[in-house]
């Protein structure tokens, strides 16, 4: 139930100085209110989401060509005939995809179809698989950005990790500012990749058709190495393999439709096309005029090193401004690549969490309205990737795809369960049409199916069997998560009327310093509390050289604390000293705790912490933490009849008030 409450800055809630800096690297914090504002269309859609996909054609059919290698110039012959049935692929995951984002307008992503169709087992698996999936773009699509670089300015080719990880705090930060900054943000390079590329394969394309299939290359690419294999069949399906990583993208608007304005679906079929559509004429115009210009892959770990895309725009344009142009927009767009995965695996991780496969700090919204949690979490685990593997594409493209593949086929399974749902119900479209869409979704799971069939057996060897250990370990994870919280809601379940067990006020210990204005405000809280109060000084907590102040204090409590409580007519409160032999502040507490409820027969018992509130940075250097240490410490081992009450005091609230209520 809304309670209504107007939220407001107090006059004295000034940001200190880490509030101010936060604020200005990430934004205003946000209102939930806003959060319709912060919805995107397919403007900001293609750069928020299809950044993946089109980064991937720089690196998909780069990925066939490197696998190639052994057959010298006889690669440029097969890397037609291996990019085709991926461009056909392509097209009935498109087909698929747009029927998925209709038939889930609100998340038609593999763990809600899975989940609503396939049962827990198959969502808990689709989860898995994306979430590694995601982890494994972040680092592949830096690395290939980085790569690029790397191709332009080779110099740069010691600083690779490095570079990497200065890439991925920037798209870091970018997206904990909000999917739609993130969106405008990175929207002018990737239409400027669209451009530059645009204009480069027309070019080579006319160039070819002018020349008769043998266009002169304006800076001619590497020499082709000589073949030391014949091809094999083997040899092209670890090809193919590779190369579809291409498409690891396509699956990225279904899963983030929470992030489009309404109506959502025109949106998210607006994006998905754009994708699609420039995503596959990049991989025909690339396989086309790699091999008219004789253009092959490079050994990455080698100096010299240039991409393919380097290779083709210098071939086609030349070293001039517009090569550096088109190859910073790539640098970008690879770069940024990262974003897809950015956008949507915050909202799977808030999706599974509220499942309660997560923990619950994955389903909690940040200051600017995004999954904070989900996006930290997700640079720190691609960081750690990236460093484990030198920030080198070829040593992490083995492990991609897999995940992105296995949600394909358990997304168009859930799918085809879902028509045959639609075709039983009455209230359901034609048979004609839910036939059509239960085809179209059929043959989109047999062919996702038999392609990763394909890519786990060809990578299996080279580094794939990793995320296949990777992603069952994660459900185990993700079902023990679940347990726990079954295991806590069962226990903290009450469906009986309020147990009043005890109704005596507490026995109320108030921990202390010296006689000052902190305690003053304590101990007026605890005899409001209870007649039964308890202060409770503890002496060489700083060590056996402290002095002792006993005699002080006691006088201190009789006249500032028995005499006017007397005064008004109440049980004054006692003081007890205990000595604190190992400096623990918690031990001696502790131990008089258990000895008040043995002697009080079980009465509860309340201790009060009087804390200073720090509000300067150097406060925290200046004091000791011994009532945060209390209130751990009180917590993890006090029993169940033990309260813990913090009273705290700020440096501006002066003299303490005088003590009326007591009369």
């Not at 993890?636 to 700020?650: E, F, K, N, T, Y």
């Amino acid at each position: 139930m809304a309670l209504g409450f107007q939220s407001a800055k107090l006059p004295d809630d000034e940001p200190g100085p880490l509030e101010k800096f936060v604020a200005l690297l990430l934004g205003p914090r946000l209102a939930n209110r806003e959060q319709k504002g912060r919805k995107i269309g397919a403007l900001e859609g293609v750069p928020a989401m299809g950044l993946d996909g089109l980064s991937s054609s720089a690196y998909g059919p780069e990925a066939a060509l490197t696998v190639l290698m052994p057959l010298g110039a006889a690669s440029l012959f097969w890397i037609g005939w291996i990019m085709a049935p991926i461009v056909a692929l392509l097209l009935i995951l498109f087909a698929s995809y747009w029927q998925t984002i209709r038939a889930y307008p609100g998340n038609g992503g593999a763990y809600i179809v899975s989940r609503e169709n396939l049962g827990t087992h198959a969502s808990l698996l689709a989860a898995a698989a994306l979430m590694i999936d995601y982890v494994l773009n972040v680092a592949v699509g830096i690395s290939a950005g980085v790569g690029a670089l790397v191709s332009a300015v080779p110099k740069l080719h010691a600083h690779i990790l490095a570079l990497c990880l200065g890439i991925l705090l920037v798209v870091t930060v970018a997206n904990l500012r909000g999917t739609l900054d993130a969106g405008r943000l990175f929207a002018l390079p990737t239409y400027l990749f669209v451009a530059s590329f645009a204009v480069i394969l027309g070019i080579g394309v006319f160039e070819t058709v002018v020349s008769g299939g043998h266009p002169r290359p304006v800076v001619p690419p590497p020499q082709l190495p000589r073949a030391v294999e014949a091809a094999s069949v083997w040899l092209l399906l670890r090809a193919f393999a590779s190369g579809c990583t291409a498409m690891t993208g396509v699956e990225a608007v279904s899963n983030g439709m929470t992030a489009f304005r309404d109506p959502p679906v025109k949106y998210g079929h607006r994006t998905l096309t754009v994708i699609v559509v420039i995503l596959g004429a990049l991989l025909i115009g690339i396989a086309c005029l790699a091999r008219s210009y004789r253009i092959g892959a490079m050994d990455q770990s080698q100096p010299g090193y240039r991409s393919v895309l380097s290779q083709l725009a210098s071939a086609v344009v030349g070293n001039g401004v517009f090569y550096y142009v088109a190859i910073a927009s790539l640098l970008c767009v690879l770069c940024l690549s990262a974003n897809t995965s950015f956008v949507d695996f915050p909202r799977l991780c808030r999706t599974v969490a509220a499942d309660a496969f997560l923990p619950k700090a994955f389903a909690i919204a940040g200051r600017r309205l995004v999954y904070s949690v989900g996006i930290l979490y997700l640079a720190l685990a691609s960081g750690l990737l990236l460093f484990a593997y030198g920030g080198i594409t070829d040593r992490l493209i083995p492990l991609f795809a897999i995940g992105a593949f296995l949600t394909f086929t358990l997304s168009q399974t859930g799918m085809v369960l879902h028509w045959r749902r639609v075709r039983r119900s009455p209230a359901g479209a034609t048979e004609r049409a839910v036939r059509a869409h239960e085809w179209i979704n059929t043959v989109g799971a047999l062919t996702t199916a038999a392609a990763l069939v394909v890519i786990v057996i060809a990578k299996f060897k080279e580094g794939a069997w990793i995320t296949v250990v990777a992603i069952p370990a994660v459900v185990i994870l993700l079902k023990t998560i679940h347990g726990y919280y079954d295991r806590l809601a069962s226990q903290v379940r009450d469906t009986r009327p309020l147990q009043l067990r005890d109704s005596r006020p507490p026995i109320v210990l108030v921990v202390m310093g010296n006689w000052n204005k902190i305690t003053d405000k304590a101990l007026d809280m605890a005899l409001s509390l209870s007649p039964d109060v308890i202060g409770v000084h503890l002496d060489q907590l700083a060590g056996p050289e402290e002095e002792e102040h006993d005699a002080e204090l006691r006088a201190q409590w009789v006249r500032y604390v028995e005499e006017p409580v007397r005064a008004a007519g109440l049980e004054p409160p006692r003081l007890v000293i205990l000595r604190a032999q190992h400096r623990a502040i918690h031990e001696p507490v502790l131990k008089l705790v258990r000895e008040l409820g043995t002697k009080r027969g079980g009465r509860r018992i309340a201790v009060l912490i009087p804390e200073m509130v720090r509000q300067h940075w150097y406060e925290h250097l200046l004091h000791t933490y011994h009532a945060r240490q209390l209130h751990s410490r009180l917590l993890a081992c006090g029993d169940s009849g033990l309260m813990i009450v913090d009273v705290p005091w700020r440096a501006e609230e002066g003299e303490a008030p005088p003590h009326r209520h007591l009369g």
